[in-house]
């Protein structure tokens, strides 16, 4: 039997039930990933995932990620890959809604360890 | 070194380079995974992935997914996953422009092979 239910997410429904900024809810699994759904305020901490590649799908605000030799904008309708050993900053000057993809494995700041970092919860 | 470049992508920007239906384009790579973009209107194929679990996340228009047993309608930020070994039939009223996760081994029409049947590549 499959774990996985074939029914609808509708993505406004999942967001309109996150009430804390950098905490990851998870809203999907396939393949040994997660979908996961977060918002986003003010500035994270920089950090990288030694072995879990990332992705970052904007669906309201702006995002900017920063890396250690630039910075990429993501605006509504764009999305980044962070690829695992890179070290990224996320940064949300208004709030901003976030889809993100990645392995199941994945810790929300990745190899640092402080008072943002949160297990994932399904909603 | 890393393969996979922190670049921006842009749904709107790459959908518009899109001018088949039916025939996903690779836009994205991560943990062994593509996140691909495709456009579709009319009705495809009755299929399945035996060992891939398939998500679509509605980007602009309506998609209804036929199950065996019942029938989701996607409209824009919805997802469903479709779990391996589930029959499914995509169906587009309209144009509907469609971001899929999945595999890299998937193939679009499964375990069926047709005139549908088509490689992926990058664009």
């Known amino acids: 039997m499959n774990q996985i239910a074939s029914e609808k997410v509708e993505l406004a429904e999942k967001f309109s039930l996150i009430d804390k900024y950098w905490s990851p809810k998870i809203v999907g699994e396939l393949n040994g990933q997660y979908v996961k759904l977060a918002k986003f305020k003010g500035e994270f901490v920089w950090h990288q995932h030694d072995n879990e590649d990332e992705l970052f ?3 309201k605000g702006v995002l900017k990620i920063k890396l250690s030799d630039r ?46 970092t949160t297990d994932c919860e399904w909603i």
Do not use: C, W, Y
């Open 57 to 59: 799908l904007v669906v």
């Open 71 to 116: 910075e990429l904008t993501l605006r509504e309708g764009d999305f980044a890959v962070i690829p695992r050993g890179v070290q990224h900053l996320p940064i949300a000057d208004e709030e901003v809604q976030v889809l993100m993809f990645e392995p199941k494995s994945t810790i929300n700041t990745g190899e640092v360890t402080n008072e943002l």
